[in-house]
């Protein structure tokens, strides 16, 4: 027993869903030329159980395996199921098991599957559910981002439009280059982009009598 628990540290440590494929195969002594895929399944969850027994952490990566076994396994069996129950033909192992997992339904091919088929189907499926994930991830990221800027914006606006009132006072106007603390590009564009956006929202008005004449901003 003391003997098992350090093989399954050994192996839930290395986080190597493979690794426990390989001791499956091995404890359970499967044909690696004809995985019997529900027994696979069967002994992979007997592993997970002894796992979570020992209190270990189960990665992620691990779990996912499970769930497509699992899915594999309960497709299998109702598909045998409804052959038998029919007579009509012979149920083989699954083949094409990334094809499989990704349109389940009422497919299975025939033929036997290798133990290194299985292996490296799971990680194409695994490599494209990682990349999915990481398109969701770097889309939300644009998203909050977008939103983040937006909210900075609104933030601009807001400050602009307290400093043009507060120079204003009792004024009839002010000019833009008292708006702007520092006469470069970078605080010019900053100041005047919330300006057009109050101009439009008719919050101030912006005259500007002749080209390159200074601007003036008036409180609506």
């Known amino acids: 027993m003391i003997l098992e628990e350090k093989i399954i540290n050994e192996i839930i440590n290395k986080e190597s869903w ?3 494929i390989y001791y499956v195969v091995s404890l359970e ?3 690696p030329w004809d995985i ?3 027994r696979l399944c069967d002994g992979f969850m007997n592993f997970l159980n002894k796992v979570i027994q020992l209190d270990f952490r189960i990665p992620a990566r691990v779990l996912f395996v499970a769930s497509i076994l699992l899915r594999i396994k309960a497709e299998y069996l109702i598909i045998k199921e409804e052959v038998e129950s029919e007579k009509t033909e012979k149920i083989e192992s699954v083949k094409k098991i990334d094809v499989y997992v990704e349109n389940p339904l009422r497919r ?12 490296i189907a799971f990680k194409k499926i695994i490599d494209l559910k990682e990349k999915k994930e990481r398109r969701i991830w770097e889309r939300r990221r644009e998203i909050e981002i977008k939103i983040g800027e937006a909210r ?8 602009v439009y307290k400093k043009i009132i507060d ?3 009792d004024k009839e106007y002010v000019l833009l280059k008292h708006v702007v603390d520092e006469w470069n590009v970078e605080n010019i564009v900053n100041v005047f982009l919330p300006i057009l956006h109050l101009d439009n929202k008719n919050l101030i008005n ?5 080209f390159f004449d200074e601007i003036k901003i008036f409180k609506s």
């Not at 900075?152 to 400050?159: A, C, G, M, T, V």
């Not at 912006?206 to 002749?210: D, G, K, L």
């Open 167 to 169: 120079k204003i006072k």
């Open 29 to 31: 002594n499967l044909n």
């Open 18 to 20: 493979e690794e426990i």
């Open 206 to 210: 912006c005259v500007q009598e002749e």
């Open 108 to 119: 299975i091919p025939k033929g036997p599957v290798t133990l290194n088929d299985l292996i």
């Open 152 to 159: 900075d914006f609104e933030k601009r606006i807001e400050e």
């Open 36 to 38: 019997d895929l529900v």
